[in-house]
């Protein structure tokens, strides 16, 4: 019943949308749909807590510890996204960059996206995953040429092609998959890309296919995680896009990607029984962590920066999943909930930032705290937020993941230690003229919404001061379950 | 003495290769409304293997999912695409990034490469269609090579296609087709594609007046 809400309202919502999405109150009835999902989603995982994992729709939808949470988080990041689009869509409006069809447009590829990725999550059929997660790219598309700039353009069809080839390439692994699963589980499978069933037969799927299938999912679905060398898109489409789209891509389409590999993951490892697949995560994590620092140092564009800070984190993150064991995936997991929080925050004032600015080049931008302190002053808690600083959640999850690395995997931690130092010499370099020096920049149409900003930020702030019980069981029953080796 | 051959095993057999030949047809075509008369063939031919191996097989869902691909790749999809054609008015592609006979001897080692990938899936598979999934992986991989070579959006739009064909023909080889959930939800997924695609090309020929990709080269690092 949860899940019927959790999945119909989005979906409801973009064919209202399509129909009156460039209504003046559209807005609000956008930030009403996505409060429906957020509830749905509370409710369901207050079930999950309650009954344990669940099985749903004749098993074609699976909810455990591990989806349940990225569930509620995208859920959640949602609305406060659909807060802050509120009024900059309207200034948008105002400043003439958009048109009520494009609003249409937007307001119904937003709940479609929504919808997409809790699909994604939800569902228990490999094959469904793979579609969701090209539906996800195909609702995004158009919103990323909303502009219908030159740059714009060009980075929807990089999008486009570069996504629309990699998922390509994970069909072809979720094929392989299934291939290896039709031997166990017998053919005309309705059974044999179900997870729970692969799960619970992995042992015994073929070795060779596995290993060659993991590869290529690992490559396709590593596309839309942003993963180095494949993460040519994320910086165009983060930087072209409007910021409440980057916000989300960021903040959601990353990690519900991330989710995908880690799911594909837990089999191929339970079939191999090598660290292959660890191996691969660790170094493709690592790689996109220090191209991502090289190239933080070169971005004059503010939604670049970020969106290369993005593909760091990402790193971050697919390292630690790699490294497996209970605490490194308790603190990917925790990684992944902070940084999606913090990004999302920090795209909200940056987008602001920009429309004062009337620019997104960081040597335009300055002077923040003078003229509106709290913007200023949301910049630079989410920069030092997401640079890792104490007491701040990021700290905590980065601090675990070098302890881990330092135990497990020793000849990592230099690289770690000086791929974070230079991140955040380039990242605090430019955030600070930015937010203190001389301004001259103007006011804006619409009040801006900066209570999404603060509370994501005093989520993350309480994340890394005190993990409450429950949230921190959660998070174990989700890193038991990815296990590792 | 060569053991018989079954009669609809050679007929698959020939499926295969005329998929593969298309493949390199396309490789080598430059004219665009060929190039999508070829991936309706192609189309065709996937069909025509779907069909066969459903009447040899007595599998159900087959027969849906060859009419399926009647109806999207052979039927939808190329008159959508004439449809482009005509209305962007842009018939001819430019002079590949890498010559004809370069790609011809590039494409070869992808088809000699694909048998090796190829290798550890057909020794275990049982079904009789296996000697066909290095070709599935062949198709795959020479229609990647089309879409890094060419440079107008069309062509690489047909290479996008042609890709997922050879997916299909690698499902139905190795594993008698995906279940057909998975196979509505990808079939959805490609109408969509294009549908998208459509708005995009009015858009970048708005902007620009061409569907040359020359023109979206202008995001660089450091910008």
């Known amino acids: 019943m949860e899940l019927l809400f959790l999945l119909g309202l989005p979906v409801a919502g973009a064919a209202v949308f399509a129909f009156a999405g460039a209504r003046r109150e559209a807005p609000e009835f956008n930030v009403a749909f996505s409060l429906g999902t957020f509830l749905a989603a509370c409710t369901l995982a207050a079930r999950v807590i309650r009954e344990g994992s669940l099985l749903l729709w004749r098993e074609q939808f699976f909810i455990d510890p591990f989806n349940v949470f990225l569930v509620t988080l995208t859920a959640f990041v949602a609305l406060t996204t659909s807060l802050f689009s509120r009024p900059y869509m309207r200034i948008e409006s105002a400043h003439g960059r958009i048109t009520p069809g494009r609003l249409k447009l937007y307001h119904s590829m937003y709940q479609l996206f929504t919808f997409t990725m809790l699909l994604a999550l939800t569902t228990n059929n490999m094959g469904l995953l793979w579609v969701a997660m090209e539906g996800a790219t195909l609702s995004t598309v158009l919103l990323v040429t909303l502009y219908r700039t030159a740059g714009s353009l060009e980075a929807g069809w990089k999008y486009f092609i570069l996504c629309g080839v990699g998922i390509a390439q994970a069909l072809f692994g979720t094929i392989l998959l299934y291939f290896a699963a039709e031997k166990i589980l017998g053919a005309q499978g309705v059974t044999a890309l179900l997870w729970t069933h692969l799960n619970a037969v992995k042992s015994q799927l073929e070795p060779s296919v596995l290993a060659l299938a993991f590869v290529f999912l690992l490559v396709g679905y590593g596309t839309k995680v942003g993963l180095a060398p494949l993460h040519n898109w994320l910086p165009d489409a983060h930087a072209e896009g409007p910021t409440p789209i980057s916000a989300v891509l960021s903040g959601l389409l990353l990690n519900v990607a991330l989710y995908a590999v880690v799911r594909c993951k837990i089999l191929v490892e339970g079939s191999l029984h090598s660290a292959l697949p660890s191996r691969m995560l660790m170094g493709f994590g690592l790689l996109s962590l220090l191209l991502a620092t090289l190239f933080l140092w070169r971005q004059r564009d503010i939604k670049r920066l970020f969106a290369y800070s993005s593909i760091e984190h990402m790193g971050i993150a697919t390292f630690a999943f790699g490294m497996g064991g209970p605490v490194a995936n308790f603190a990917a997991l925790l990684h992944m909930t902070v940084h999606s929080l913090t990004k999302s925050s920090i795209f909200f004032t940056v987008g602001h930032a920009a429309q004062k600015a009337g620019s997104q080049l960081m040597d335009d931008i300055r002077g923040l705290i003078t003229l509106s302190p709290t913007i200023g002053w949301g910049l630079m808690m989410g920069s030092l937020a997401i640079l890792g600083m104490p007491p701040f959640g990021v700290f905590a999850s980065e601090f675990l993941i070098l302890t881990t690395a330092m135990r497990e995997q020793p000849w990592a931690t230099p690289i770690l230690l000086a791929a974070l130092g230079i991140a955040f010499a380039a990242i605090f370099g430019r955030v600070q003229p930015m937010v203190f020096g001389e301004t001259r920049l103007r006011r804006l149409p619409h009040a801006p919404a900066l209570l999404p900003v603060f509370a994501h930020l005093a989520i993350v702030l309480l994340l890394g001061l005190y993990i409450p019980p429950y949230l921190a069981d959660w998070y174990r029953a989700a890193a038991r379950l990815i296990g590792g080796p | ?223």
């Open chain 2, 1 to 223: 003495m060569m053991p018989r051959i079954p009669l609809d095993q050679q007929l698959l057999d020939a499926c295969a290769a005329v998929m593969l030949l298309l493949s390199f047809a396309m490789l080598s075509q430059r004219r665009v409304v060929s190039l999508v008369n070829l991936y309706a063939i192609q189309g065709g031919t996937l069909a025509a293997a779907t069909l066969l191996v459903a009447w040899r097989t007595g599998e159900g869902h087959l027969y849906l999912s060859a009419a399926l691909t009647i109806a999207l790749k052979v039927i939808f999809l190329p008159w959508l695409l004439y449809r482009l054609i005509r209305r962007l008015e842009v018939y001819w592609d430019t002079e590949p990034l890498l010559n004809l006979s370069g790609t011809m001897l590039v494409g070869l080692v992808i088809v000699v490469f694909s048998f090796g990938l190829a290798q550890p899936i057909t020794a275990v598979a049982s079904t009789a269609t296996r000697s066909a999934i290095g070709i599935a992986v062949s198709v795959v991989l020479l229609a990647f090579l089309m879409m890094i070579t060419r440079r107008k959006a069309m062509s690489q739009v047909v290479g996008f296609l042609s890709m997922e064909n050879g997916l299909f023909f690698g499902a139905m080889s190795a594993t008698y087709g995906m279940p057909m959930v998975v196979e509505l939800g990808v079939a959805l997924d490609v109408l969509v594609a294009m549908l998208v695609l459509g708005v995009f090309f009015f858009q970048i020929r708005e902007q620009f007046d061409s569907l040359d990709l020359h023109h979206l080269e202008s995001l660089k690092e450091g910008d």
